[in-house]
Nanobody, 124 residues
Framework: QVQLVESGGGLVQAGGSLRLSCAASGLTFSSYNMGWFRQAPGKEREFVAT????????YYADSVKGRFTISTDNTKNTVYLQMNSLKPEDTAVYYC?????????????????WGEGTLVTVSS
């Protein structure tokens, strides 16, 4: 059974940094694209970033490009999201996701598994 478990969320001031982690089990990590989505209160879930499970190729939403970095540690089956220069509008529940290899972009409809989410709150 595939499990994605996020951690690392919390409260941070604007301009600060957080690193989210997603530990994956029950799958061959390098056989999938791994990504992050987020959902702010009252809004739809939106794409944040994705990476080939084997590493290397990445893709970001315009709203986080240059501030967020997605990476993997294949020895730990873990994907990370380093978030710098955080803004209050980054406040959301962040979800880890996986999809089949192919197009590096990831839409909600392509997601095979979701994590439970971790809350990130950025205060102004």
């Amino acid at each position: 059974q595939v499990q994605l478990v996020e951690s690392g969320g919390g409260l941070v001031q604007a301009g600060g940094s957080l690193r989210l982690s997603c530990a994956a089990s029950g799958l061959t990590f390098s056989s999938y694209n791994m990504g992050w989505f987020r959902q702010a209160p009252g809004k739809e879930r939106e794409f944040v970033a994705t990476i080939r499970g084997s590493g290397g190729i990445t893709y970001y939403a315009d709203s986080v490009k240059g501030r967020f970095t997605i990476s993997t540690d294949n020895t730990k089956n873990t994907v990370y999201l380093q978030m710098n220069s955080l803004k209050p509008e980054d406040t959301a529940v962040y979800y880890c996701a996986r999809s089949r290899l192919g197009d590096i972009t990831m839409s909600s409809s392509q997601v095979l598994s979701w994590g439970e989410g971790t809350l990130v709150t950025v205060s102004s």
